[in-house]
Antibody
Framework: QVQLQESGPGLVKPSQTLSLTCTVS??????????WSWIRQPPGKGLEWIGY???????YYNPTLQGRSAISIDTSKSQFYLTLSSVTAADTAVYFC????????????WGQGTMVTVSS | EIVLTQSPATLSLSPGERATLSCRAS??????LAWYQQKPGQAPRLLIY???KRATGVPARFSGSGSGTDFTLTISSLEPEDFAVYYC?????????FGPGTKVEI
């Protein structure tokens, strides 16, 4: 049973960089059937796709984040990462990592999410 | 980008009743439309993919239909655990986008 678990600081200061890790267990992060995604949800609001990475390192990002996001992967650790630079209060959200199954064109497995607050 | 609109914003129903949720796309999403259920404090759960295919383990009371710009999620007879927020998501055009959600409440 594949599981995803997010980790990282719960508080980030404005203008700094947010960094999160997603650890994949119970399955291979190098399985070519999947992309590995980050999605966020501001408090009381809807979902926003941030981007995803393939095991080879190819990445795709939501242009609404205007180049502030970067996703990387370490297959030896079964982890992928999100960095979001120049954060503001608008980046306060629950951040989810999720498995994107290409065959389904949908996110079939999600982490539990981690709350990140941007505040001084 | 494709904008998804969901209606109604809130649906007030009782257990045993039928729920019909709508998702409308600003441009064609073909059948690359998924539905998710989210309960408070939890991650979303995939219910439907490709507009009408139930994900593994999803009860048969959940069904999806539609193509192009108009999609529907139907819950044939609401169980107490079905009261939640439901989101649609499209994958036909990049970037993939989510709708604002429909809350199904008692």
């Amino acid at each position: 049973q594949v599981q995803l678990q997010e980790s990282g600081p719960g508080l980030v200061k404005p203008s700094q960089t947010l960094s999160l890790t997603c650890t994949v267990s119970g399955g291979s992060i190098t399985n070519g059937d999947y992309y590995w995604s980050w999605i966020r949800q501001p408090p009381g609001k809807g979902l926003e796709w941030i981007g995803y990475i393939y095991w080879s390192g190819n990445t795709y990002y939501n242009p609404t984040l205007q180049g502030r996001s970067a996703i990387s992967i370490d297959t030896s650790k079964s982890q992928f990462y999100l960095t979001l630079s120049s954060v503001t209060a608008a980046d306060t959200a629950v951040y989810f990592c999720a498995r994107d199954r290409d065959l389904l064109h949908a996110f079939d497995i999600w982490g539990q999410g981690t709350m990140v607050t941007v505040s001084s | 980008e494709i904008v998804l609109t969901q209606s109604p914003a809130t649906l007030s129903l009782s257990p045993g009743e039928r729920a019909t949720l709508s998702c409308r796309a600003s441009r064609s999403a073909s059948t690359y439309l998924a539905w998710y259920q989210q309960k408070p404090g939890q991650a979303p759960r995939l219910l439907i993919y490709h507009a009408s295919k139930r994900a593994t383990g999803v009860p048969a009371r959940f069904s999806g239909s539609g193509s192009g710009t108009d999609f529907t999620l139907t819950i044939s007879s609401l169980e107490p655990e079905d009261f939640a927020v439901y989101y649609c998501q499209q994958r036909n055009n990049w970037p993939e986008t989510f709708g604002p959600g429909t809350k199904v409440e008692i």
